[in-house]
């Protein structure tokens, strides 16, 4: 079956410093992959995506890169802020049941000013 | 604007006493999904919708039901036979309910229920 394994948080880091989460998936056939994010009391929202090999997906200064050769997902950012304190979660699809979205337990980061 | 909502946010219940949460869309879209979001756990779908008037078992239906009688609503009922019932409860839909052709769909949130019961 399809699954996806995240690192384990919580991660606390400094204003500025840089973030990685690691991200590894298990998965038939091609997989999408998502990172979501979830700010405190809140649903989820897109961050970002990627649908095929080596697609990189960018958005507010977080990037992940599809790796098929090494099946991984990594969130980056090069400088985090006070605001990008939540909880960030690794997803996946894959075919045929496209709409059907398989998630990582989701890494809880704190950023401190 | 168009999104989900869910009410109510902070849901009390007693033990043995069903409960229905509300989730409605205006996103005009086919599919709805429910997940349950426990500490540590990351989400697990409960019951998902790709049409009005049908409606699947996810990976942890038991002691949960669901109707999808009209296309913007999707309510979840959390029985008396759900063993551990306290948990954040989310709502998601995407336009299409069939892959679209394997085209992908972004899942929308809604903000949650908190349920607890005691």
């Known amino acids: 079956g399809n699954s996806v394994t995240q690192m384990e948080g919580p991660v606390t880091l400094s204003e500025e410093a840089f973030l990685t989460i690691n991200c590894t998936y298990t998965?038939?056939?091609?997989?999408?992959l998502f990172w979501y994010v979830q700010y405190p009391g809140e649903g989820l929202q897109l961050l970002l995506k990627a649908t095929k090999a080596d697609d990189k997906g960018s958005n507010k200064g977080f990037e992940a890169t599809y790796r098929k050769e090494t099946t991984s997902f990594h969130l980056e950012k090069g400088s985090v802020q006070v605001s990008d304190s939540a909880v960030y979660f690794c997803?996946?699809?894959?075919?045929?049941?496209?709409?059907?979205?398989?998630f990582g337990a989701g890494t809880t980061v704190t950023v401190r000013a | 604007d168009g999104g989900i909502t869910q009410s109510p946010k902070y849901l009390f219940r007693k033990e043995g006493q069903n409960v229905t949460l509300s989730c409605e869309q205006n996103l005009n879209h086919d599919a709805m999904y429910w997940y349950r979001q426990d500490p540590g756990q990351g989400l697990r779908l409960i019951y998902y919708?790709?049409?009005?008037?049908?409606?699947q078992k996810g990976d942890i239906a038991e002691g949960y039901s669901v109707s999808r009688e009209k296309k913007e609503s999707f309510p979840l009922t959390v029985t008396s036979a759900q063993k551990n019932p306290t948990a954040f409860y989310l709502c998601?839909?995407?336009?299409?309910?069939?892959?679209?052709?394997?085209?992908?769909?972004?899942?929308?949130f809604g903000p949650g229920t908190r349920l607890t019961v005691t």
């Open positions: 997803a996946l699809s894959a075919p045929p049941f496209f709409y059907k979205l398989s």
């Open positions: 998601a839909s995407t336009p299409r309910g069939d892959g679209d052709g394997g085209r992908i769909h972004e899942q929308y």
């Open positions: 998965a038939t056939g091609y997989p999408s």
């Open positions: 919708s790709q049409i009005v008037n049908d409606f």
